[in-house]
């Protein structure tokens, strides 16, 4: 059993700054392991934001968050990051953090379905 709890969200301005961060326990990552965010806006179908592989270091990011966010993981302390630079209006929405303990390869980490345990959220809004 795995445990995800995001904290950092809040209210930012647009071209401000936030940094989400995700804490796992309960066991620890294998080598196979992926880390992932997502995000869901209201009326809105949940969304892969970026994922990192968790032995590798190997990231991925949605066309729309490309220069802007960085994901990145600190494994002594079991936690995986989006920093958020330049954020945008579009932006807002809870943001999931997302653990898929054995990825293959072989499909993109944007599939949700392949996410085997998930956070609760962290509401992130960015104002105009």
């Known amino acids: 059993q795995v445990q995800l709890v995001e904290s950092g969200g809040g209210l930012v301005q647009a071209g401000g700054s936030l940094r989400l961060s995700c804490v796992a326990s309960g066991r620890t990552f294998s080598r196979y392991a992926l880390m992932g965010w997502f995000r869901q806006a209201p009326g809105k179908e949940r969304e892969f934001v970026a994922a990192i592989r968790w032995s590798f270091g190997t990231t991925f990011y949605t066309d729309s968050v490309k220069g802007r966010f960085t994901i990145s993981r600190d494994m002594a302390e079991n936690t995986v990051y989006l920093q958020m630079n330049s954020v945008k209006p579009e932006d807002t929405a809870v943001y999931y953090c997302?653990?898929?303990?054995?990825?293959?390869?072989?499909?993109?980490?944007?599939?949700?379905?392949?996410?085997?345990?998930w956070g609760q959220g962290t509401q992130v809004t960015v104002s105009s």
């Open positions: 997302a653990a898929d303990l054995d990825y293959s390869g072989t499909y993109h980490p944007e599939r949700r379905d392949k996410y085997d345990y």
